[in-house]
């Protein structure tokens, strides 16, 4: 028997439309590929072209009314339901994650645990759904206000974290009453369809959540989109790059729709004189190379005060030469594994010379990894996949590319300043806004820090990464538009407020023309109590 015959064929999964699988006849198909291992070939999926997009955001307009019908408590158990479903099939799901995006399996875990969170908190927010009533101004009238589902809702996601940042989205959407048409990344394909499968089981009805498959631009990304413009999708919600962002702004506000936009980041971490910097080298190492640096929170320069620079810098390097890198599927404690694809790597591969070109001085890290380039820590076949070096610059300043772009790969720079106001000015230098950490024991500068940073999220004495299911994740700037994802202020992001004034007067009253207004009677002189008195001037 050959080779070919004694390999396992490879399975086709459809888009999921209606509660029916779907592979339209003669449509291409891509390949899921194992990030750390890129001849492991997990399933093909179709690529939806802009009728198949269409079609699933009709399905998705049909099913809108009678689940906006339902009850919020009664899809609040659904909720409960899919949370109940991911945390039974936790490990599986994991192990497929980890396979096919090449994250470690412990991060898998818990990118598969914040879905699990984020349903325990929405499934009770199903019976708080909270509107407010307000006293009128007039008699025999009552004012309400309500949250009501914006329709159908487009998501577009990445694939570093492909069931949690989705979790974020698709949750809270269908709580509030929301249908969903969903085009995951094209990175993570066959862990998505596991994840929208266990939503289905879970019992969203049909057509509520729609899954179609394929690439970005020119593809069913930009195709669904593009379904604002024809008015069968009321917003869109998107992870990605700020590029992508910028032009989904645009369509969206030529619709006088609100985009939920989560993008890039280059995100500071500042050290402190003050600082553990023992504390401070575990959480650099982690922000700047957990998930290969493929976050969008990963710290992107590191801002250390001048008396403790040289200190710092000897005992990052000496901990990076003890990072253990490999797929994480064969090798178990690595601290990451390959690049999720060779788009991402090339990317990454680039920013090399524009160090060279800003004049930055190159301390660890010599690009990609093969079998006569690799660090101590590598293990297993460095041809099997894109892997990089873990790479530390020095010498970067706010002026330079290096300092201003988001990389997207295990790098990070080393910048020196010279006490607090110099590092808040580095911190804010950059176009983004989205995640930031400072180390220090002193209050005062902690609270200057919260105080005057330009992000939407700060840790203090922890890592720029990291994320819990009942807290805003979101930036400003480049790194969004001000929405958030997860916990109560998500739900301003798919819902829009209704305001009801109920009269039961029996007649016409109009607010600030009929409203009797208490008047108000003689003046009272508190001075004429003692006659004579002199009173206080200006009383």
Known sequence: MTQTQNRPSIKTYG??????????????????????NL???????????????????????????????TPAPVRG?????????????KETLSRLLSREMGKTLKEARGDVQEAVDTCAFFQSEGRR??????????????????????????????????????????????????TVVWKPSEDAPLTSYAFAKLL??????????????????????????EMLDEKLVQKIAFTGSTEVGRWIGEVAGRNLTHPTLELGGKNPLVVMRDADLDNAVQGALWAAYGTGGQ?????????VDAPVYGEFRDKLLAAMQNIRIGNPVEHEGVLYGPFI???????????????????????YGRGRITPENKPEGFQGDPEAAFYGWPTLWEGVQPGMKLFQNEVFGPTVNLVKVDGFDEAIAAANAVDYGLSSAIYTNDRTWANRFQEEIEAGMTSIN???????????????????????????????????????NDDVSGKLQLAQMDTEYAQPREAFSVGGLTPGAQEVEGV
Request: hydrophobic letters at 35%; aromatic letters at 8%; proline letters at 6%.
């Open 341 to 363: 694809n060779e788009r991402f790597f090339r990317s990454w591969e680039a920013h090399y010379a524009r160090g060279e070109e800003d004049g930055a001085t190159l301390l």
């Open 129 to 178: 759904l909270y509107g407010q009533t307000v006293p009128s101004e007039m008699p025999n009238k009552e004012l309400k206000t309500y949250r009501r589902p914006l329709g159908v809702v487009g998501m577009v996601t990445a694939g570093n974290f492909p069931v949690a940042v989705p979790s974020w989205k698709i949750i809270p959407a269908l709580l509030t009453g929301n």
């Open 39 to 69: 001849s492991d070939v997990l399933a093909a999926f179709p690529e939806a072209d802009r009728d198949t997009v269409r079609r699933a955001c009709e399905v998705a307009r049909a099913a809108f009314p009678r689940w906006k019908a």
């Open 462 to 500: 922890n890592s720029t990464t990291g994320a819990e299911a009942h807290m805003p994740f979101g930036g400003t700037k480049g790194s969004g538009n001000g929405t958030r994802e997860s916990g109560m202020w998500v739900l301003d992001s798919y819902t829009y407020w209704h305001g009801v």
């Open 77 to 89: 158990e659904i909720i409960g339901n899919i949370g109940r479903a991911i945390a039974r099939e």
């Open 295 to 303: 976050r969008c929170t990963s710290a992107g320069n590191i801002i």
């Open 15 to 36: 888009h999921l439309i209606g509660g029916e699988e779907t592979v339209p006849q003669d449509a291409p198909t891509f390949q899921s590929r194992s990030s750390g």
């Open 200 to 225: 289905e089981e879970a019992g969203v009805p049909d057509g509520v959540l729609n899954v179609v498959f394929g690439g970005g631009k020119d593809a069913a990304g930009q195709f669904l989109v």
